[in-house]
């Protein structure tokens, strides 16, 4: 937190930013290349329009950053990505801060825009889950009135998506946004979301819209194929792994999903709705040539910037026997061990191999996304 707001390194002013250690991650650049991502759907839908005339842009704002080296109290310590945090404000989440100094809340909660985290942790002060027991927690501080409004709003097109009503639900929900979110997180095979953790929304003026996009140094983009016998394949969903009886029973489920973790936030109910599945496939039929041009000039770009300071990195956090992070790879997958599968590779290697996964995923993810196999 600086003492003032500052733009750093050609990102636009705030006081908070993150350092992002990618610690588990040995190509060092997951969450970059998903912030790419994300922005890769940005600029290609920012003029899209709805039917009726309203925005179809999907998410309005994801995190950018910068990879840096970090000296801390005159000690080089590594590696890091410099970006933005998630935060309420015009130069970020740019919605109507209930916690304005210059705006106070005026005492009706639809007046104002509200940012959740679903995340099963539970560790925020303010927040509710719903029926088919998906969290929602504030981000920042809230009161009763604030907490009841939102509620009511999240529950409400929960209910609907339920009962498969969805006309109903989408009349509050951006549904390009919905689109966009989850095919990033398809994309990056992001397992995150089954928990789920560090999964974002907000409300705005009475819609509900998905993202922004984090996390992703973990848990993405497995690099072996010996992962899928863990239920993942290149070539299907993610929701494969989704326990279907859980929202498709006679009556909401009794208990959260903990041991299955399948709970993939709503997306089981919306893959059920023939606008959701023409819709994903329209916008990813859209964007899918900008992504495999992505995927070939700038992961290769951000190789060749970090590759030096990579090797400076590796020295002090090494991964191999003598790392200390070596008890963090799990010995269970064909290359290197590791949840991702690369981390016994060389770091060109491993780029490559990201490289390669994606391309794998965009050509899998094609096949089914226009055939609407999402199971």
């Known amino acids: 937190k600086l003492d003032s707001k500052s733009g750093v390194l050609d990102m636009l002013p705030h006081k908070r930013w993150v350092l992002l250690a990618n610690w588990k991650d040995r190509t060092l650049m997951r969450n970059a290349v998903a912030f790419g991502i994300a922005d890769v759907f940005k600029q ?104 009841d409004y939102a509620a009511a709003l999240v529950r409400g097109i929960e209910n609907n998506l339920y009962a498969g009503n969805f006309d109903q639900a989408f009349a509050n929900m951006d549904l390009a ?36 996009v984090w996390d992703f140094d973990w848990n993405t983009l497995p690099a072996s194929t010996s992962y899928s016998e863990e239920g993942y394949s290149y070539t299907k969903s993610m929701l494969t792994k989704a326990d279907a009886d859980y929202y498709s029973k006679d009556g909401y489920p009794s208990e959260p999903n903990n041991e299955g973790d399948a709970n993939y936030i709503w997306y089981p109910l919306l893959v059920k ?29 951000i190789k060749e910037k970090i590759a030096v300071s990579e090797a400076l990195n590796y020295s002090m956090w090494p991964m191999d026997e003598k790392g200390r992070l070596f008890p963090d790879r799990y010995s269970v997958f064909g290359i290197g061990g590791g949840f991702c599968g690369d981390e016994g590779m060389s770091f060109s290697e491993s780029v490559e191999q990201l490289k390669a996964t994606l391309n794998t995923r965009i050509s899998g993810m094609d096949t089914y996304i226009n055939n609407k196999n999402w199971k």
Not at 67 to 96: A, M, P, Q, W
Not at 178 to 207: A, R
Request: net charge negative; aromatic share 14%; glycine share 8%.
């Open 177 to 212: 946004s919905f689109v966009d979110f989850w095919l990033v997180q398809e994309l990056m095979m992001n397992s995150e979301t089954k928990h789920p953790k560090s999964c974002y929304s907000y409300i705005n003026e009475g819609i509900m819209y998905a993202g922004p």
């Open 273 to 301: 709705s023939d606008a959701f599945n023409t819709l994903a496939a329209s916008r990813w039929n859209a964007v899918k040539g900008a992504l495999s041009t992505y995927v070939s000039t700038e992961i290769p770009r």
């Open 44 to 147: 290609t839908f920012k003029d899209a329009v709805n039917p009726d005339g309203t925005s179809a842009a999907g998410m309005g704002w994801n995190p950018s950053g910068q990879f840096v080296e970090l000296v801390y109290n005159g000690v080089h310590v590594g590696t890091y990505y410099l970006c933005e945090h998630i935060k309420i404000d015009g130069n970020r989440l740019d919605i109507n801060d209930p916690y304005d100094k210059d705006d106070a809340f005026s005492g009706i909660p639809e007046d104002y825009g509200y940012l959740l985290e679903s995340d099963d942790a539970y560790d925020e002060a303010w927040g509710f889950t719903t029926k088919c027991y998906v969290p929602f927690l504030f981000k920042d501080d809230g009161n009763q009135a604030m907490l």
